[in-house]
């Protein structure tokens, strides 16, 4: 008995320190394709990603297994009726390729993960995540493509759609229609959902309910070659007898009529806006039935009778249909829809993010420049609309004109905005009221720039209730954070995010007002701002796939992608074109995505070698330069020859990831032949490249170009900052070539000064001046909402908080860390979430000690760059250089000390 006694103790012992362990390790976070529990992936190896979260300091994984199945009850290790992997030896945990299994259309898969640790100690399994497919054959498609019948054909409809018009003289453009189909259900809805394509931008509704909270919808693509749809869960939407799918149309940019100096009135995808949809339920028996669009469908205008992206929305409040999408409407003179070929391009499931509407402004203040005509504002520069809410008599028109700037007498000032569209009317909204008790509306196709609204037409004077701004934008998760003691600082970040939002809606933007162009310039110098701050990958995923759409066969790409046929006119070439290479090399860095580096390549490939067939003796000439300089102008030549070894660098890099063995050694040679030429062309001496702007000087250190001269064009380059009173002098490329070769290089101090700076030319100026985002030019002159000097951001990431991808470990499987503690702050700290958890840093200074703490994710390690001059403690211990984790840079003064996982306290006194 007393042998039992000890046994069973000994058992509980046992099971409890088993418990215990099981306890301080967790899976958790399950992705597949960057998306949590995603419904319609249209990939046909999806890859699979999990977070480690554990109590254990040094927690490295060394194998995992993958349990995947059609239902949930399923996902055992004996009933898997998918996949059970087994016990895979890898410490990959992030996108790992589901692979060499067909995968079936609308399928939902059930799966979870377990991982081991280095001392082969198993972790319990995680939750059940999940995924479903989208349509991945052309023929899941049933239904048809329908477009409305053209206004004339509504003979009661021209007259009044020529009064909306009349005064403001917009191009021509039909009402919004709408589209309805009534049909019933017979029994109970196990599941049910709605693939749909409308196209410019649609709004779905079944039974009277808008589907879903998104906006302009779906993104903007080349829709000769590509059209995405969404997927919807309606399940809960449908009721057991009659119901109703209704859908309006808008024509966003695949119907874009308003003559514009880029020419989307005369895109070869140019067309009707159409609509291809259909309703797939399961029963709770097992049966299915499918609900198409097709020739039953009805049609007819609706209240929106003018819409351009460009020029605004019109809505008529006493044209509305009470009751058209709901069931027992009358639509006996509806017309039958016109059945069409719909758009050339290949459908794919929409898998960025939607836009949504993220934020509400009130307005800070309402001025009456003139009798009658109010000005709205709201003390923030954002991307979106303004929402009306009034009681007026029916009738009454009132008129909303958007811009983020007032002229001398106080009223909006739209000449920027207008300058390059025929007519001159951009961003105006009206609003026709019904006259039926308070009414709320804001518009269903459209977004503004603005932080002013001018509104005219108003029954009485009106109270901060009467209109709200809404802001919108693509929906990016937050991944980042960072603030510090200097407001400034803090101030410059807030307004990045927001110039950055303002300019995602479904692709880049340069700015939301006056283009809303994706000019890839703009864009790739902010991308690694947008992966510190924001989960960008699926966004920089679909808009790499329009760069490949665009890209002739000649390899020649677009300056602004989507474009109908303007972005090859004017400003492509290296500087710009190189968003196709860049991004996804930013990807791979932050995120270890191959694939997209996989998918690119022979993209890239083709590009590369167009460049040289533009090239003479390895120099190329064409393209932009340094746009937007502050004073100091540098030749193009300098910055696209710089970019085409960028390319052959990086493309060489790519081939040797992907063991093309030939191909690397080819690009590599090709590289070695550019910086060659280009050291022959521009550096002169003492350390001078081309006449000596800090643009030449930083993008030779930067894009790694000086080689044995890198010491003396630091130096000359810290001595041309000081002559300019510590101000930079560059346009958009020089500026983010400047802050980091500066920081890249031991040079932090002189960074930080430069961005420190109050007066012209810095970001604190625009501050100064009342910004809330980023500006175009650095006088002040033009866009008010641009994007492209926002790496700043990410400058903060990188040096104030030390937050750095490893360059040989992709993903940050490991983190340097390589803070500078500024003497002028006394804390900073930032965080970011990785594919593999957020990694955090954080300091703070209390007389001569600095203590900086930082905290490392489950199966990852960190590199710590630290001043060597200093006496260091590691978490309570002294640091000494005789010990194996920590080496010694006698060149830089610093040490590096690496540590595993786990949260860390390093003190530096």
Known sequence: MKKRLIFLSLWFLIAASRTTSCA??????????????????????????????????????????????????????????????????????????????????????????????????????????????????????????????????????????????????????????????????????????????????????????????????????????????????????????????????????????????????????????????????????GSRTIIVTDESWKTAPGPIVFNSIRQGEFYDATKETTGWNKTGFNDANWLAPLIVSGPAGKLKAQMIQPVTATERFVPQKITQPLPGIYVFDLGKNIAGFAELKLKAPAGTTVTLKYAERLDANGRVDQADIAQHVAGKMVQTDKYICKGNGTEIWHPSFMYHGFQYVEVSGLPQAPDEQVLTGIKVHTAMESAGSFECSNTLFNNIQQATLNSYQSNFMGYPTDCPQREKNGWTGDAHLAAETGLYNFRSQNAYTKWLSDIADEQKSTGELAAIVPTAGWGYFWGNGPAWDNAMVLIPWYMYEYSGDETILQQMYPHIKRYVDYLGTRAENNIVSIGLGDWAPAKTKTPADITSTAYYYVDAMLLSKMATIFGYSEDAKKYATLANSINEAFNKRYYHNKGVYGEGSQTALSCAIYQGLC??????????????????????????????????????????????????????????????????????????????????????????????????????????????????????????????????????????????????????PANTTGDVVLPGNKKILVDDVVLTTNTSNVTVDKQNGTIKVKLGSGDHEIKLM
């Open 24 to 285: 301080q390790v967790a899976v958790t976070k399950l992705t597949t394709e960057y998306l949590s529990n995603p419904v319609g992936i249209d990939v046909e190896t999806p890859r699979l990603s999990w977070i480690i979260e554990s109590k254990e300091k040094d927690y490295l994984q060394s194998a995992y297994q993958i349990l995947i199945a059609s239902s949930p009850g399923k996902l055992t290790e004996q009933s898997a009726d998918v996949w059970n992997s087994g016990k895979i030896k890898s410490d990959r945990s992030v996108l790992v390729p589901f692979k060499d299994h067909q995968l079936n259309s609308r399928q939902r898969y059930y799966w979870k993960v377990r991982v081991w640790n280095t001392n082969d100690k198993a972790s319990e399994y995680s939750d059940v995540a999940s995924w479903e497919m989208a349509l991945m054959k052309k023929d899941d498609w049933q239904g048809k493509w329908l477009s409305a019948p053209k206004v004339y054909d509504w003979a009661s409809f021209v007259a009044q759609r020529k009064s909306y018009i009349k005064e403001d003289k917009p191009e021509a453009g039909d009402a919004a229609p709408q589209f309805r189909k009534t049909f019933s259900v017979a029994k109970k809805v196990k599941q049910a959902r709605l693939y749909i394509s409308g196209i410019g931008y649609n709004v779905p509704c079944i039974n009277g309910q808008k589907i879903g909270e998104r906006l302009l919808d779906p993104a903007f693509t080349r829709y000769d070659k590509t059209v995405l749809y969404s997927v919807y869960d309606v399940t809960d939407k449908l009721n057991t007898g009659e119901n109703v799918v209704g859908v309006t149309l808008g024509n966003g940019w695949y119907n874009m009529f308003t003559k514009d100096v880029w020419g989307y009135d005369h895109a070869q995808w140019r067309s009707a806006p159409c609509v291809l949809a259909q309703i797939e339920m399961i029963f709770e028996d």
């Open 707 to 856: 080689g044995n001269n890198l010491n003396a064009t630091l130096t000359a380059l810290a001595d041309s900052i000081k002559k300019n009173d510590n101000h930079l002098d560059c346009g958009m490329l020089g500026t983010k070539y400047l802050l980091n070769a500066l920081s890249d290089n031991g040079r932090s101090d002189v960074a930080y000064k430069i961005v420190n700076q109050r007066t012209f030319p810095s970001w604190g100026n625009w501050i100064e001046q009342g910004a809330t985002t980023l500006w175009e030019q650095w006088n002040g002159t033009e866009s008010h909402n641009h994007i492209m000097f926002g790496d700043v951001s990410a400058w903060f990431y990188k040096n104030l908080a030390g937050i750095n991808t490893d360059k040989d470990a992709a993903g940050f499987k490991r983190i340097l860390f390589r803070p500078y503690f500024a003497p002028e702050l006394t804390w900073a700290k930032a965080s970011h979430q990785t594919m593999y958890g957020d990694v955090k840093a954080g300091w703070t200074r209390s007389k001569d000690v600095i203590t900086y703490n930082i905290s490392i």
